[in-house]
């Protein structure tokens, strides 16, 4: 069983940063790999970017690259997602979810944390 808890989440202006964590419990937590969602409003939700369970193969979605930065440390048992020079559209809800592979399935997720981005 795994737990999920995010934060860093708040409001930001345009050009900004804010560094998300995925904090879990669990001590299984180091075989998972984890992906980060959002979802905005009246959108569907997407992946952002994802890291497998030993930190050597990452993902971003074209819209983030070079912006955000995932990473991970199984002794702290927490990812990390570093955003910077942030954009009104990141705004959404952003969620973190646990699963055998980056593709899915997911087998447990976090809450979320609201990620708003003023121009």
């Known amino acids: 069983q795994v737990q999920l808890v995010e934060s860093g989440g708040g409001l930001v202006q345009a050009g900004g940063s804010l560094r998300l964590s995925c904090a879990a419990s669990?001590?299984?937590?180091?075989?998972?790999?984890i992906t980060w969602f959002r979802q905005a409003p009246g959108k569907e939700r997407e992946v952002v970017a994802s890291?497998?369970?030993?930190?050597?193969?990452?993902y971003y979605r074209d819209s983030v690259k070079d912006r955000f930065t995932i990473s991970r440390n199984n002794a702290k048992m927490t990812v990390y997602l570093q955003m910077n020079s942030l954009k009104p559209e990141d705004t959404a809800v952003y969620r973190c979810?646990?699963?055998?592979?980056?593709?899915?399935?997911?087998?447990?997720w976090g809450q979320g944390t609201q990620v708003t981005v003023s121009s």
């Open positions: 979810a646990a699963g055998a592979s980056t593709s899915g399935p997911y087998d447990y």
């Open positions: 669990g001590r299984t937590f180091s075989s998972y790999a």
């Open positions: 890291i497998s369970w030993g930190g050597g193969n990452r």
